[in-house]
């Protein structure tokens, strides 16, 4: 691992091992195994594609045994879905939601997480493009278990991101005439695309372009004007 | 080849088919062996990804010899810049650009094919997401040459998208305020990022969600509220 991926990839792990509570020293142990694979296991099919990397990649980016490997993960497929279940869909909860609880104005608080994680995201990081999406395009199409579990870890953001919306509804920060569900969509849309566009283009610049639209957007569904809101430092999971 | 896959690949290479003019017996014959070798790859690579189809795989798919394959693409590699110059590009151009050609209101007309091309698709079609998007996800993060010739077809896309956008900004269709370069960026990224979702959704009603949110954006830009545009047929270039 470079020590620019290693660094992405400290950042993207944090939060979610920051998550854990203490457990007895037995599980742990195991849970620890089994955490130490998933980790480096979602750092190589996020660089290289689900079907780019093998099992014995994975192990040689651990400590651990190919049997160890084949305990938790009967197959390389157990493994797939499980970055999906079990790295993927908290990561969504942990960037894109949990920022949010504690704001009054949600469209704020997404536009200001686009500003922080993408724009402020490393170059390397942004040349991989968003975990979700890169399963999305490679797997959804030929494998019918990550079809399913991806498209439960997509709507599970479009269904956070639309409570987050009815709630500014309901305070007034939305315009009533909104359908929250589609404007949930249309978000969570422009992110995947964001990435996609990014990934293509590598050129930074486009980023500023890409964000002056979705902040029209985003006005034009608004009750008053949208201003960032700075996040609290305890719910950024940002490096 | 399934007769789906057969109906939605004869819808997209039909258009370019047409673009041809007659050429003398000798050079139409070579020229028609390339093509055909094109795009048996275009639908192989459009279904299974680049890297999961062989040059075995695509020489099966036509009626000519594996020498043939190498006389006209030295590599595989060759073959696959190829599909982005000659069947990606145009296809971008075909589908998306050519068809505003006659439209006062570009915006009604992009909104106009949103509906034809997208909504409109076979669920077949649209499972298989967009061809550039897919190849961006896949082949921009490990190889340097389809990269930039993908980078190339972005900005093709953007920088027409925008000639539209001027031109309707100067009739008086969008707002004296708008910066149609970001506006064009946002609509690219918007088509890609639909495919994505409809690719990881696979639910139809989802188009609906999307479409309503993409259609308030554009009335946002809007001098004039927008409405759908009809395009002469001969200006359609779907199945």
């Known amino acids: ?32 195994t089994r955490r130490d694979i998933l980790d480096a296991a979602f750092m190589e099919v996020f660089t290289r594609g689900f079907q780019g990397v093998s099992v014995d990649d994975i192990v040689k980016k651990t400590t651990h045994t190919k049997g160890a490997f084949y305990h ?12 999906v279940d079990e790295v993927i869909k908290p ?38 493009g968003c975990p979700l999406n890169n399963l999305v395009q490679e797997m959804a199409p030929i494998d019918a278990g990550f079809r399913d579990r991806l498209q439960v870890a997509l709507l599970l953001w479009i269904d956070e991101t639309n409570r ?17 569900r589609s404007a949930a969509y249309f978000i969570v849309m422009a992110h995947e695309g964001f990435y996609g566009m990014l990934k293509g283009l590598r050129d930074p610049r486009a980023f500023e372009a890409l964000y002056e639209s979705l902040d029209r957007f985003f ?10 809101e700075p996040l609290g430092a305890s719910h950024c999971c940002h490096s």
Chains 1, 2 share one sequence.
Request: no cysteine; proline share 6%.
């Open 1 to 32: 691992m470079t020590a620019n991926k290693a660094k992405v990839f400290a950042a993207m792990v944090k939060n979610l091992k920051a998550r854990k509570k203490p457990k007895p020293t037995r599980i742990r142990d195991l849970e620890k």
């Open 72 to 83: 938790y993960f009967p197959t390389k497929l157990d493994l797939g879905y499980a970055l």
């Open 91 to 128: 990561m969504i909860i942990d960037r894109w939601i949990s920022p949010l609880d504690t704001l009054q104005d949600p469209l704020a608080g997404i536009l200001n997480q686009i500003k922080v994680l993408i724009d402020g995201a490393a170059p390397e990081e942004l040349q991989l």
């Open 164 to 180: 987050h919306l009815q709630r500014a509804k309901k305070a007034g920060f939305i315009r009533a005439d909104v359908d929250t």
């Open 219 to 228: 006005q034009s569904i608004s009750a008053t004007p949208v201003h960032e």
